[in-house]
């Protein structure tokens, strides 16, 4: 069964002039006059490099199959990742270039997605958050209890990142692996 532009949905993944392309985000519209069509953003898979398109509605479009799989991160060799599938105990090796900067959050035992198209690594994607130790930063003020003001702290990845005044090194914290935001303080 051939698949059109109406078929486009968010995570779906489209080949277009020889390109992989993830779909980010589309909306369907229905204008008043003229044809409807599907506005979508897009990204390239290898690059990364992120683009408006826009397809007419019912246009036939070369969708791929992906296979997502959940891998545990082992260890770094050399200029790759190493992860491991926890099922069939394979270990998969991950060219550090789809890592990128997800680097910085990545630590030993970390379950993460990992897309495949033909046996291949096309992305991995770490979860929204994850909980890091805080092996550096500046002694807060005593009685500063407000969210006031931030202070930069080294977590046990090496990844910098701004802290509430009170946090103390040795404390565990909830870091946002999208933004490198802090989302709170963990027990």
Known sequence: MAQTSNDIKNGSVLNLEGKLWKVIKFQHVKPGKGPAFVRTTIQEVLSGKIVDKTFNAGVKLDFETVDNRTLQYSYRD??????????????VFIPESLVGEQEKFLLEGTDCIVSFHDGNPLSVELPASVILTVSHTEPGLQGNRSSAGTKPATVETGAEVQVPLFISEGEKVKIDTRDGSYLGREN
Do not use: I
């Open 78 to 91: 050399g200029d790759n990742f190493v992860f491991m599938d926890m099922q069939t105990y394979d270990q």
